[in-house]
């Protein structure tokens, strides 16, 4: 199954972690959410190793249903023969030729009246044995298997489903990194944003610092502590600066682009309110998740192989036609010309205990395939539970940080007049410039932690991008082709069609 890689961005825009765009200033490469996920969908590698495994499930079903019809083979042989096997008749060949009718009479006597007659002709000479070729054609078509073509076609069938569900997981795992990168971005630039601004109140307060010292005002050592504090301030700036530089190598490389590409981002944090409570979100995921049911069509194709192993215990028609002939020649007949046709009808009625050894071993891959779909119904929930509780943690914090913010402002400007004024010592204003810093740098934290974690949420619950897999599984289990099931379940209208179903 081809994707369209002009994908339209349906899905992608209802997307809930979409942040708002803003306007910002000049070139490099401008990208929005929307875009950075369009982009990473349209050529990402995963995606394309998870299309040629479904388009490789696709032919093995095919193999698997083709198996059922005719068979046409043809065999051909020629050899250059001799030895004393066939002396006499090239003896008689070379005297007399081809077989044929000869004009010549045979004379029979009656010993005891001595009286003699002549017969008919005779035919005389033989085939040279030279030479030999030989030219079968069969024609056979499997009658009954017991269920031997059936398991095979059904297990096909289901590995299908499955191609299909990683091909989906592979999609939103892609969806939700390059999600990540853009926040992880967005998240940097505000950060650098905050320490370019600590910097900068730092050579402010060192300029008034300056001339009240020469003024003498203040003592040298406030001159000295205030060059300490912004050589720090500009080296947290440094380390911000390379964290911006990986993150836009980062989501390079996620979208598609060199990574030495300069990216600017469009958008910008903001924070909406989840409406769904865990018991939902647990309850959607545990339908949703195209991982969890891959993991249910690992089942189903088990079961399917194991029925095909079963078998082995009953008999095998088929039914069958077949002509051949022999010359010397290169297809002709003159030595043999021969046809049959009928049913072939084979049973092991003892195989040494094979079949039930391959029934016990397709026994043993259900169990352990079950025990892998109840381990990731686990994980499922694992990670739809932390990535909600993050989510919740992280929008308490935005509350809460929000308030810090106001109030280290406010301390800042206190503190920044008190010093001005002789009231209180630079350490009280530096302190409070690295209360209000920090201050700022949590809020942006916990306003990137929501977003990354309401991103991480809707990946656990399985939020489609193409096709919405429970839709995909009603339809499927109402007899429905895998194409049939992808068109019932598209969100996104851009889901082609396939070579075969």
Request: charged share 25%; with cysteine.
């Amino acid at each position: 199954m081809k994707l369209n890689k002009k994908f339209v961005l349906a899905s992608i825009l209802s997307y809930s972690l979409i942040f708002p765009a803003g306007i910002c200033g000049a070139e490099p490469v401008r990208l929005s959410l929307a875009e950075s996920i369009h982009m990473a969908l349209a050529g990402n590698e995963s995606i394309e190793s998870a299309d040629a495994q479904r388009e490789a499930a696709d032919h093995a079903l095919q193999a698997a249903r083709r198996s059922k019809g005719p068979v046409v083979s043809w065999s051909s042989q020629a050899y250059k023969i001799g030895g004393r096997n066939y002396k006499s008749a090239n003896d008689a060949h070379d005297a007399y030729g081809d077989p044929h009718a000869g004009n010549y009479n045979s004379v029979y006597a009656y010993p005891d009246s001595g009286r003699a007659f002549i017969g008919g002709p005779v035919t005389v000479g033989s085939y040279a044995y030279h030479n030999t070729f030989a030219n079968s054609w069969s024609l056979t078509v499997p009658v009954y298997t017991g269920g031997r073509l059936e398991g095979q076609i059904a297990a096909g069938r289901y590995q299908l489903n499955r191609a299909d569900m990683d091909m989906e997981n592979s999609r939103q795992t892609v969806r939700y990194q390059a999600a990540e990168a853009y926040a992880n971005l967005i998240y940097r630039e505000n950060l650098v944003q905050v320490a370019q601004e600590a910097v900068d109140k730092g050579n402010t307060q060192l300029e008034l610092i300056r001339a009240q010292f020469e003024e003498g005002a203040v003592a040298e050592a406030d001159l000295l502590m205030m060059k300490v504090t912004i050589a720090n301030y500009k080296q947290n700036l440094v380390n911000a600066e390379a964290a911006v530089s990986i993150a836009k190598s980062t989501l390079a490389s996620m979208v598609g682009l060199p990574q030495d590409m300069d990216i600017e981002p469009l958008d910008v944090f903001t924070y909406e309110p989840y409406d769904k409570d865990l018991p939902a979100c647990e309850a959607y995921a545990l339908v949703h998740r195209p991982d969890g049911l891959a993991a249910e069509y690992d089942i189903k194709a088990a079961l399917a192989r194991r029925d095909a192993a079963k078998s082995g215990y009953l008999p095998q028609v088929s039914a069958s036609a077949r002509q051949s002939i022999t010359g010397n020649t290169p297809f002709r007949s003159e030595r043999s010309n021969a046809w049959e046709a009928g049913l072939n009808i084979s049973w092991n009625i003892f195989d040494n205990g094979v079949t039930r050894e391959n029934v016990r071993q397709a026994d043993a891959s259900t169990r352990a395939y079950e025990a892998r779909a109840r381990q990731m119904r686990k994980t499922i929930q694992l990670e739809t539970r932390s990535a909600w509780l993050s989510m919740k943690a992280a929008e308490q914090n935005i509350a809460e940080t929000a308030g810090a913010v106001k109030q280290a402002q406010d301390s800042y400007v206190i503190a920044q007049v008190r010093y001005e004024e002789g009231v209180d010592v630079l350490l009280a204003v530096t302190d409070a410039q690295e209360k209000f810093t920090q201050a700022r740098s949590n809020y942006l934290t916990a306003l990137y932690q929501y977003n990354l974690s309401r991103a991480k949420l809707e990946k656990a619950i399985g939020v489609p991008v193409a096709f919405d897999a429970q839709r995909y599984k009603v339809a499927e289990e109402d007899g429905a082709s895998s194409l049939q099931a992808l068109k019932k379940a598209d969100v996104s209208g851009a889901l082609a069609e396939t070579e075969h179903e």
